[in-house]
Structures are given as C-alpha cells and as structure tokens.
C-alpha cells in the first residue's frame, strides 16, 4: 500500500495521472495537493473513486501546510507537476514562475528528505526509509532549442530561453541536488509537449480547436513552422509511473515519442478535422525568444524501463479534437473564468 503526494494533481498532467494510477494500481492512497491557480479545475477529477482520493487545497511553497501534509499522510511518493506551466505568461510576469516553480519545489524536497530520513550513514549522508521516492516532473524545455537535426538526450547541456524554462530548470537542479548531496530517493523526467483532454485552452492544441469551433482567428505565431515533439499525455503518465516505481534513484530520464510536427502543421489539421476555412489562420507577431525546434531522444528508458508510446499521433489527435467538441459545458466554464482577460491582452495588436 503507497501514499502518493500528487501535486498540481487539478492542472492538465496532473488529473490526468491521478485517473491513470487509480485505475492502474488497486493498493494505493493519493492525495492531491492543488492551490487551484486559473489552470486548476477540479472538474478535470470528476467522476474519480473518491474512496482512495483526498483532495487538499493549498500552496507547495507553504513549508508548514507541506510539512502539516507529510505528517497527516505519511506519503511514500511525491509525484511533483505543480506549476506555473505557460510560457507566454512567463514572459508577462516570471515572478510566479520562480516562486511556485522554484521555491515550491524546495519546499518539496526539504520536507520529503526530513520525513523520510531514517538514520545517518558512517559518512554523515542522511539514510532513508524503504519504499520512498520523490519525482520531479521536468520538461524538455529545459534543454533550450535545437537547430534542424539532432535530438535531446540526457546530457544535452541545460540551456532554458524562457522564464519559465528557466524556472523549470532551476527545480530540475535542485532536485538533482537534494539527490547529489543528501541521497534523497529521486528522479528526474523531462518530457515533450503533451496533448489530450483536460488542458487549459491557452495552450496550442485547445485553443485553436476552441477558436476553430467558434470562427475566431487562429493566431499563428511568427512563421509557425517551429517544431514541437508532440507526446499523448496518458503515454506520459505511463512512463512518470514506471519511473517512480522501477528506475534507480538519481536517474534522469527523457520521454518522448518521436512525432515531430510544425505549429502549423497542427493548426491545418484541426481546420480540416473540423471542416473549417484555411482563412481563419492568422500570423501574428512571434513569442519573443521563440524555440524554434524540441525533439527527444526517448533511447535511455526504453532501453532502461522499456516504455514506449501507445499512442500514435493520428489516433490521439482524433480523440483530442474530439473530447474537446464532445465536452462543451468543460470548455465553456474553464473559459468563463479569467480566461476572457487573458486572451484579450495577450492576442489584441498582436
Ligand atoms: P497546468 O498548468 O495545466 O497545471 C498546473 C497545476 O498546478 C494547476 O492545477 C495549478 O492549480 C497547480 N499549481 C500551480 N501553482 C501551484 C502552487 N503554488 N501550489 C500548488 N499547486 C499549484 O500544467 P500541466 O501542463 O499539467 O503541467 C504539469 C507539469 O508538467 C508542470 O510541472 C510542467 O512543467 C510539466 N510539463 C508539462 C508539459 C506539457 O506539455 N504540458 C510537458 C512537459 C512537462
Ligand atoms: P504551447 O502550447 O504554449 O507550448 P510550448 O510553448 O510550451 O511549446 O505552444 C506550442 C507551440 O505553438 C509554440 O511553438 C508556440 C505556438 N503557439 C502559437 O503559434 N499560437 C498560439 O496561440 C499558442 C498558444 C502557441
């Protein structure tokens, strides 16, 4: 019987994984630790076996509630995806991204390694109980961008653009610290763009196929011939919990599936899935500091773990597109809240 913190387990990953792992293991507990930003929504839990579920609302950077937590729960895992996860919004106001994505992710790690140490060793390192094991969820992101060829591999240098790749990477270096220095029970996976039910529509997928819906402009970015390295998220949550529960500790993993595709690529896809005009496309002014291309280099834990990805890229584009248009009354809460705001500022003039 394991006791998995969850954090940002109402976000996008987050809900997603939580589904995935009631379903996949009967003998687990999972506490959901959510301070439910603008992208955390509990109706993306809706539906879920609340006899081995707890939802907690609250910050990971609040080190007494983080604490309060461990000692209430007694957890096994933490499973971290809280964040702040947009780069556009990063470029309006990093502040948040250093707060949530950074100190939050401290406080994680220094209360796991408090609550887990066992003893000491004959050289001082802090010893931990059996079982324990704390995973980061990190991004390619923070690789940086890539020229035409080649891939990311592990030790591709860390080189993030954005704040937010930025922030992401720093939590990615801590984590490894806390590893390197105090032994903590870890690892680190950096994963692609993900795709599927649930994400905020603020990201590429949901928003244009919400614009597409609608009649709105699609706004393009730049000449949108950037590349992303598109993952369906339950593949993800697949390979998160394999690492959890088999890789060494210390471990760095990349997760990706090999589908490259251009932004714009996707955009005519959704038009022609949805039957829509080329015309509703939009080129508008270019993210600044724009990526131009992501593509992993999944060879380390399929060799490792054997994880490959179920989903291929045509099936799971269908069924995305699709659960968009089948969950309406979804999309149009999540975009009555502050979403109205957001688009206006980010996409008027632009
Ligand atoms: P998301 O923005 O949809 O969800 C983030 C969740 O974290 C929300 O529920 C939000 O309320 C919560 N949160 C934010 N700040 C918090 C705080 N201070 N305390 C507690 N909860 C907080 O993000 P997502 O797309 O689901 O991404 C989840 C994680 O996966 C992130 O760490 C992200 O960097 C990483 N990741 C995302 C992708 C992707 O394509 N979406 C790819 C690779 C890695
Ligand atoms: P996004 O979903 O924000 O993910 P990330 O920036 O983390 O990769 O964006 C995916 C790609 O789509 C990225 O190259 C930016 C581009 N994009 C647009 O062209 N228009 C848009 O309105 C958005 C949100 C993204």
Redesign the pocket.
Known sequence: MKTYLV????????SNYIRYILKKHDDIKVVN?????Y???LENLSGIDESRYVFEK????DLPLVQDLFQTYDFDFVV???????VDRSIEDPEVFL???VM?TQALLDTAKNAWQSGKDQDGYPTYRDGVKFLQ?????VYGALGREGYFTEETPLAPNSPYSAS?AAADMIARAYNKTFKLPLNIT?????YGPY??PE?LIPLMVNNAKTDKELPVYGDGKQVRDWLYVDD?CAAIDLVLWKAKSGEVYNIGGHNEMENIQIVSLILERLDKPETLIKHVRDRQGHDRRYAIDPAKIKRDLGWEPTVMFKEGIGLTIDWYLANAAWMNSVLSGEYQNYYDNMYKDR
């Open positions: 954090t940002g387990g109402a976000g996008f990953i987050g630790l959510d301070n439910l930003t992208a955390g929504n609250g910050d990971i950077a971290n995806f809280a964040a702040e996860s947009h707060r949530t994505n939050g969820v990190s991004t390619d992101e992401k950096r994963c692609s763009n993900n994400q905020f990201k993800h």
